[in-house]
């Protein structure tokens, strides 16, 4: 076995008795991830100062970082470009797949699909008039919806919800049929699913860096663009980065080749430089291991819950090879329940109206964990802890 998930959980800051179940809303970070950021500082910053684009190679970093993404998620090099937010990156995919399909009509997503990225799509559309429309339909109704009519299929392939996940290669397979491209959000499956963006000839994919793979909060997204489109499409936004020869500063635009184009303006160099340090870790871990190991541990943990006879309903898939790494469960007072587990010092999270969700990745957590996370989930409903929290004010982010 390549990846030793013991030795990898030695190497992540997790306070003492916490039992950390939220990777799947943002990953903890590594032990040296602080004299990591520090050494950047110190050692890049503050000796190089404005040299360190060229003496550090920061200006190349978004390429760079790039090539790691697309090895834990299976694309070929020079494909993944690092930068600016999810949302952007779904806004630069969107608009670079219309062009490719602009004589169709429809941009197809479900209503499990992250209410950001329908967003984007939303108001791009508005931007674009009355040229495409956006058709929501439920997950179990897409391939029925799939036909000449539609331009882009636009899917998270696991459900921030329920964790339910999409077999990615029969939809894209489906999509390509009809002549419809596909755009993949990956923010919920980057860094625990053996991911195969070339074996499955994705179109597009998207993803963040701060879940489960451990870039810290606000790190920076990707994008993902198949070699067969990129010398094909135009970016939305016309960066500077984006440039061919952006030093030039030429009042023309002239796209850069390949996918250095999606590019837009200077990216945070210190979020570069933790986001690195989060990923070389990877280089020992076997994605197929870790997708066993991580249905190990979920099952584990249904399968105790459901000793605990409490008023617990599982939304997730209950077979491993329908969801990711994320298990959730509906109740009444879920949000006053999650709180109750987190004063116990069990991280999970909430998602309205009544959902309490709980992400598995093996590279932080063992088999102990899991033992100790559904101790604390009977204790707070045999004693009914959760009812303090009942009448508060719910947080602002959960």
Same mark, same amino acid.
């Given at each position: 076995?390549?990846?030793?998930?013991?030795?990898?959980?030695?190497?992540?800051?997790?306070?003492?008795?916490?039992?950390?179940?939220?990777?799947?809303?943002?990953?903890?970070?590594?032990?040296?991830?602080?004299?990591?950021?520090?050494?950047?500082?110190?050692?890049?910053?503050?000796?190089?100062?404005?040299?360190?684009?060229?003496?550090?190679?920061?200006?190349?970093?978004?390429?760079?970082?790039?090539?790691?993404?697309?090895?834990?998620?299976?694309?070929?090099?020079?494909?993944?470009?690092?930068?600016?937010?999810?949302?952007?990156?779904?806004? !630069?995919?969107?608009?670079?797949?219309?062009?490719?399909?602009?004589?169709?009509?429809?941009?197809?997503?479900?209503?499990?699909?992250?209410?950001?990225?329908?967003?984007?799509?939303?108001?791009?559309?508005?931007?674009?008039?009355?040229?495409?429309?956006?058709?929501?339909?439920?997950?179990?109704?897409?391939?029925?919806?799939?036909?000449?009519?539609?331009?882009?299929?636009?899917?998270?392939? /696991?459900?921030?919800?329920?964790?339910?996940?999409?077999?990615?290669?029969?939809?894209?397979?489906? /999509?390509?049929?009809?002549?419809?491209?596909?755009?993949?959000?990956?923010?919920?499956?980057?860094?625990?699913?053996?991911?195969?963006?070339?074996?499955?000839?994705?179109?597009?994919?998207?993803?963040?860096?701060?879940?489960?793979?451990?870039?810290?909060?606000?790190?920076?997204?990707?994008?993902?663009?198949?070699?067969?489109?990129?010398?094909?499409?135009?970016?939305?936004?016309?960066?500077?980065?984006?440039?061919?020869?952006?030093?030039?500063?030429?009042?023309?635009?002239?796209?850069?080749?390949?996918?250095?184009?999606?590019?837009?303006?200077?990216?945070?160099?210190?979020?570069?430089?933790?986001?690195?340090?989060?990923?070389?870790?990877?280089?020992?871990?076997?994605?197929?291991?870790?997708?066993?190991?991580?249905?190990?541990?979920?099952?584990?943990?249904?399968?105790?819950?459901?000793?605990?006879?409490?008023?617990?309903?599982?939304?997730?898939?209950?077979?491993?090879?329908?969801?990711?790494? !994320?298990?959730?469960?509906?109740?009444?007072?879920?949000?006053?329940?999650?709180?109750?587990?987190?004063?116990?010092?069990?991280?999970?999270?909430?998602?309205?109206?009544?959902?309490?969700?709980?992400?598995?990745?093996?590279?932080?957590?063992?088999? !102990?964990?899991?033992?100790? /996370?559904?101790?604390?989930?009977?204790?707070?409903?045999?004693?009914?802890?959760?009812?303090?929290?009942?009448?508060?004010?719910?947080?602002?982010?959960?």
């Amino acid at each position: 076995m390549k990846s030793n998930f013991l030795n990898l959980k030695k190497n992540f800051s997790i306070p003492k008795g916490t039992i950390y179940l939220c990777g799947n809303s943002l990953g903890p970070p590594l032990k040296s991830m602080g004299s990591e950021v520090k050494k950047f500082v110190d050692e890049e910053w503050a000796k190089e100062l404005v040299k360190g684009w060229n003496s550090k190679g920061w200006f190349e970093q978004s390429k760079k970082i790039g090539n790691q993404i697309a090895k834990i998620v299976g694309a070929d090099k020079e494909t993944i470009i690092v930068g600016d937010t999810l949302s952007t990156q779904v806004f !630069q995919a969107l608009t670079c797949a219309l062009k490719l399909n602009q004589n169709r009509r429809y941009v197809l997503t479900d209503n499990g699909n992250f209410p950001a990225d329908i967003y984007i799509a939303e108001g791009l559309l508005k931007l674009l008039g009355d040229k495409h429309e956006l058709k929501i339909v439920k997950p179990e109704d897409i391939i029925e919806h799939i036909n000449d009519e539609v331009a882009v299929i636009m899917l998270t392939e /696991a459900d921030y919800r329920t964790g339910r996940i999409y077999d990615m290669k029969n939809i894209t397979q489906l /999509a390509h049929s009809s002549g419809a491209l596909v755009i993949w959000d990956l923010a919920h499956t980057a860094g625990v699913l053996p991911i195969k963006l070339s074996e499955t000839k994705a179109d597009f994919a998207v993803g963040c860096t701060y879940k489960y793979l451990n870039g810290g909060p606000g790190s920076p997204a990707f994008i993902y663009i198949a070699p067969n489109h990129i010398n094909k499409v135009e970016p939305a936004l016309f960066g500077w980065h984006g440039h061919k020869n952006p030093f030039e500063f030429n009042l023309n635009y002239l796209p850069s080749s390949g996918i250095e184009k999606m590019k837009i303006g200077s990216p945070s160099i210190i979020s570069f430089a933790s986001l690195k340090h989060a990923l070389d870790i990877w280089d020992n871990i076997d994605m197929n291991e870790l997708r066993l190991k991580s249905i190990e541990l979920s099952e584990l943990f249904i399968s105790e819950i459901d000793k605990l006879s409490i008023d617990l309903n599982l939304v997730s898939p209950r077979d491993p090879y329908f969801r990711g790494n !994320q298990v959730s469960y509906s109740l009444e007072n879920g949000y006053a329940f999650m709180q109750a587990l987190i004063q116990e010092n069990l991280i999970g999270d909430f998602r309205s109206p009544n959902l309490i969700r709980f992400g598995f990745s093996p590279i932080y957590l063992d088999e !102990q964990d899991i033992i100790n /996370a559904v101790a604390i989930i009977g204790k707070v409903s045999r004693n009914s802890l959760w009812r303090k929290f009942s009448n508060q004010s719910r947080k602002i982010v959960t």
